[in-house]
């Protein structure tokens, strides 16, 4: 009898559909990551991504439905600033939110006066707990578009005035659409996001071999060099 065990898939859930987290069918840096894991090799695992919209996803989570992990999440986002309904692996990515403006426009976004009626372009069906309370206080009216880089090609176009987005998220954009004086960046007043890995309680076993894993990146070379690719 041979002691061949067949590898567990692991389904990880992302609800980013947006470059650099995802580009294409089997790009981006949520991809690389899965294909990261995988070259690891992981005795009896091996990781899947899979797409699912965010309240979809965020319903399964909070329901104990997950049949898999979620990468790329934050503890506050999903009430658990105690790290005590889920597992949570280090941060593998810090990013942060900024608003985006035409270069052109003469809008000042920490400057109410400036932004009062305003529209903000904001990805339909996400919620943003770290900009709601900055976003009433300056008066700005949502403007909802189906993902992060529509919501920059309707700025480039004019029809909204400003976009609030992941830093990581607009420089991507700039750089590979060229638009690098086209727009401006100022940074918002929210805490700085942390890519994480959500695990459920009843996936404990493959937490204890993934945690290791996302916490030593920072000190990997390979990991750098792929990162680095969407920088």
């Given at each position: ?10 389904t990880v859930y992302t609800s980013a559909n947006f470059a650099p987290l995802v580009v294409g069918e089997d790009s981006g840096v949520y ?181 290791p894993v996302i916490r030593k990146l920072k000190d990997d070379p390979a990991w750098q060099r792929i990162a680095a690719k969407y920088n």
């Amino acid at each position: 009898m041979s002691g061949y065990c067949r590898a567990e898939t692991i389904t990880v859930y992302t609800s980013a559909n947006f470059a650099p987290l995802v580009v294409g069918e089997d790009s981006g840096v949520y991809h690389d990551m899965v294909d990261y894991l995988n070259r690891q090799k992981l005795p009896g695992l091996n990781f899947k991504l899979n797409y699912l919209p965010r309240k979809r996803l965020q319903l399964m989570v909070e329901e104990n439905r997950l049949d898999g992990i979620v990468i790329g999440m934050m503890p506050h986002w999903f009430d658990d600033t105690a790290q005590q309904k889920y597992l949570w692996t280090t941060p593998f990515a810090l990013d942060r939110f900024v608003v985006v403006t035409r270069a052109d426009s003469g809008l000042k976004p920490l400057v109410s006066a400036s932004m009062a009626g305003r529209s903000v372009g904001l990805v339909l069906g996400y919620v943003y707990p770290d900009l709601d309370d900055w976003i009433q206080r300056v008066g700005l009216v949502r403007s909802d578009g189906i993902g992060e880089e529509a919501n920059l090609e309707k700025l480039r176009m004019g029809r909204v005035d400003c976009v609030a987005a992941a830093e990581s998220v607009v420089r991507y954009y700039m750089r590979t659409h060229a638009a690098g004086t086209t727009f401006l960046l100022t940074e918002l007043p929210a805490r700085q996001t942390e890519r994480r890995f959500l695990v459920p309680h009843a996936k404990a076993a493959v937490y204890r071999q993934l945690a290791p894993v996302i916490r030593k990146l920072k000190d990997d070379p390979a990991w750098q060099r792929i990162a680095a690719k969407y920088n």
